[in-house]
């Protein structure tokens, strides 16, 4: 199995900024994309922005220009640096990997436990 460890979330004034990370272990084979959800309350799951393994990105249109996912130096982990947070940006944050585990045959979704993304007005 693998395992999603997420830090960074807490309470932050609009216009603040806020950095989000998830570090993947466990039986990892291979991992085909990492990336951020996130689900408001009262809310579907939505997704905020993933990273490909080659390095491409994809995001939210309410993100685009505030938001910015990476990868770190250190196998497995992604950063998510959020910039003029909004309090509409109001949280609980979810990483997300496709994954292929050791012993598997097909790449499924992991998910971390959420940390929660609160910003005043």
């Known amino acids: 199995q693998v395992q999603l460890v997420e830090s960074g979330g807490g309470l932050v004034q609009a216009g603040g900024s806020l950095r989000l990370s998830c570090a993947a272990s466990g039986s990892i084979f291979s991992i085909n994309t990492m990336g951020w959800y996130r689900q408001a309350p009262g809310k579907q799951r939505e997704l905020v922005t993933i990273i490909g393994s080659g390095g491409s990105t994809k995001y939210a249109d309410s993100v685009k220009g505030r938001f910015t996912i990476s990868r770190g130096n250190a196998e497995n982990t992604v950063y998510l640096q959020m910039n003029s947070l909004k309090p509409e940006d109001t949280a609980v944050y979810y990483c997300?990997?496709?994954?292929?585990?050791?012993?598997?045959?097909?790449?499924?979704?992991?998910w971390g436990q959420g940390t929660q993304v609160t910003v005043s007005s």
């Open positions: 997300n990997a496709v994954a292929l585990s050791f012993g598997s045959t097909r790449f499924v979704d992991f």
